[in-house]
């Protein structure tokens, strides 16, 4: 089995510092805690940037400085999200595309996102699936259904996407696909032969989700973009914490963590 | 196992006379294919009602044009669309439930439709769920994903929505889930215990998937609204002929045909 | 899709006269039920044999007396049992082998036959195997549980059983897996990528099991050793006859019926 | 979620010291082994007894010194094994049912057990349950293959295994079902709702299985029996060093572990 690639999603778009008083959002705090859980045993970055009021922004400008900040303290992987959040603009979306990143988000269709839509049509996801391609950034494709695996894979067949996809199934959403486990297990037996895949459960889902992972030979992801909490009731101290605790439990499990190279490796980035 | 529901859904917002000469679109083509399916052994139409151009319309005049012209042929069970087509307003989508029919759709959450966006906010969700709760009008809870069953648990859970539950799984739409066995498999197995199912098939997964209805206890839906051929390269000549064959296989399988009556007791109608 | 290969398993080791009156039992009966099974649309015939008294023997002249008269009937495949009857020694069973048959099933694993034991040590397997190799015999491997899937893949590693494999999933025997459709899918989907596969499901599941193969891209068998009715209360009057309902079936959803010399080019036969 | 019941297997019939040297064999190991892992938080033991050479033995007398012994030091539950080893008689197998213990194991078919064959006919499957019945024994329904969850129901709708049922997976053992989490899951979505279950996973299966009950609210033996290691290369230093890892992983996902009489209250033994 391939080493375990933890993925870090330190921000996201929606947590805020009431709930979570650990919660990254400037550029530095950022860049501080993505060294953290690169100490910690986590080999990529998710990326969504906050403005000085700590808003979601995808400002071009905010996502280079974290990532120049990031990459001045280790050699993790940046992936920004081109998700951002459910108000922004396809075009605000795109901005960190144009970073050049090794990786970037694709979110493979459109569904409720509790009471918003995430709303990612057809014409839109092959517009940023062109501009990855021509600058050569490597999609992580967001999936919240399994029926957007199925568009992934029909727009491999079209050279739209190209093979072989790294997928992430976001589980557990309220509005899209739960997170049991059947359902992580049905996502990862409706991938093509060949892709890799990340599982990023929300809330209660991500522990048990990440630890099968472990045993699938897939990926986690971890952070407070997905669930803020260590345990029920205690607010985790830390997005570090949480990949440390992935780290552990999978050496445990006999399977080592990659490193950012070896996930490089692994991902087939350039 | 009960006596197999066939639902005729006999013209849809998309399908036109060019694709499908022999499209049923006024009220009075529409009454009289409902008529020769009932004859051919469906026991429900699902609406959609088309203008005098033969545009998509949620008029409620012209439902109710269509439910009275129909009821006067045969007792069919009267289901309209409330998801009318891809750009309707969510009130003009609702008005055929102000007719009072036994049932009506209810689609629970939002996904690409090829190149369209099928919107269903958890707001609107509701707000349809509570005027069919209002009326009496059973929902047939159209999904197009899996996480939409978990929506409509979730919502049962709260009320939102009562038990036990009618589901339409529509597969195979470009943009939501595919149409293989597995998936309609993975479909049923996420169903509370007591609660029924009818397949929507579209395009060439039409028969397949009504097929193993027959096969698993579940229910049919066949009809142009979903795929215009009876086989390959040839277009079916009536809903009826789409019906009849369904029909024909079911009882071949061992499988009793409902009429509207027994498909009234299956599905707990008033 | 591949053309359907339909198997006539035509006369089984348990299945009495009594029982079914037109059970094909002399060399030369089971000769002609396979000719009409043929003009049906059969292009393998799975057989067993019975002695004078009508009892199973595994005897090889009588093998090679049946195999002799269907060949001057028809081009069909000749594929005898290995399995016979459960009272049968691992010697007795091997004998048809030595008929150098284009097949000859390959039971794989030991199961609760009813009240019997159907017994297929690992040691007899790779003994019948080994013997299948020398001689270039297609083996078609017999799982009556999933476990048996997983032995036929460990022996595939270890070359004992050639690729790409052929197996017949037989489902329903009480003692063994069952014949819902779930089980036929797990099973489908428990095989490697490149095999081919039949289902044989026993009495009741005959048919929608068979129908499923005509779905799923796999093989049918079908016969009075698996199921003597052609429908509930009412005994078949043919083997032919239910060979006929699944190539008419299979036309109808779309998929054409294989030649006796298209199933060798889809198994591979030498 | 319930608690989670650990159930230490300490011997098995099959391991020898020369593989294990720390494997309890008299006794007085056993009932000291037992009460380690009590400590560890096993709320049971599956017992296999060895005679004076270390020898499986099903001796009345042995077990009963095995039962007092460790009843003598914690009231963790004794479950005996009914399976014995591969070469003993039905009669050999069912004594230790006579020392009235809260549990017995009850094998629910035959299958391949690597090179032996592990028998279990129909028919003495109805001895030992009726056996069990009489004294008033829950059954540990021991199933290697999915088809013995199918016998298990329909024994149940005879009466002839009591509901709710408790379940033992037996998985990946070589001959039967694999190890894999699709294997457990298919296993676990199998059985009659409201049933209990547990799964022993063989070798490297243990660990992962063992996680993925404590998921999926089913329950976990970990021990010799199924597994000598603590980790790839590393031979486990007791019994309960492999019980305290599930006790402290169980508590790390949030669930907490059964005490023996929570174990009791939640199998609703006696
Ligand atoms: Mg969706
Ligand atoms: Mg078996
Ligand atoms: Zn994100
Ligand atoms: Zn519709
Ligand atoms: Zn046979
Ligand atoms: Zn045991």
């Not at 990326?47 to 000085?52: K, N, Q, T, Y």
């Not at 970073?99 to 940023?128: H, K, Q, W, Y």
Request: glycine share 8%; aromatic share 6%.
């Amino acid at each position: 089995m391939e080493k375990l690639i933890i993925t870090a999603c330190l921000t996201g778009a929606e947590v805020t510092r009431e709930q979570q008083p650990n919660l990254p959002l400037t550029p530095d705090e950022i860049a501080e805690a993505a060294y953290q859980c690169y100490l910690a045993g986590a080999s990529m970055i998710h990326v969504h940037a906050r403005d000085a009021e700590g808003n979601p922004t995808q400002d071009y400008a905010v996502y280079k400085e974290i990532k120049e900040k990031t990459a001045a303290k280790c050699n993790i992987i940046f992936q920004p999200s081109t998700g951002g959040a459910t108000w922004h603009t396809p075009e605000q979306r795109m901005q960190p595309i144009e970073l050049n990143p090794e990786m970037a988000t694709l979110s493979m269709g459109t569904c409720n996102f509790a009471d918003d839509v995430f709303m990612n049509t057809e014409a839109n996801i092959r517009i940023f699936a062109n501009r990855m391609n021509e600058l050569g950034v490597k999609p992580e494709l967001e999936c919240f259904e399994k029926g957007m695996i199925d568009t992934a894979v029909r727009m491999a067949k079209k050279g739209i996407i190209k093979s072989p996809m790294h997928f992430d199934f976001v589980l557990g959403v309220p509005g899209a696909m739960g997170g049991e486990l059947r359902d992580l297990l049905y996502m990862v037996e409706s991938i093509p032969a060949g892709s890799t895949w990340t599982v990023a459960g929300v809330g209660r889902y991500q522990l048990p989700l990440n630890i099968a992972a472990i045993m699938l030979g897939g990926h986690a992801r971890t952070g407070f973009e997905d669930n803020i909490y260590y345990k029920k009731g205690e607010i985790a101290t830390s997005n570090a914490q949480l990949v440390e605790r992935i780290a552990r439990i999978s050496k445990e499990m006999g399977r080592e963590v990659a490193t950012p190279d070896e996930a490089r490796a692994i991902l087939g980035l350039k």
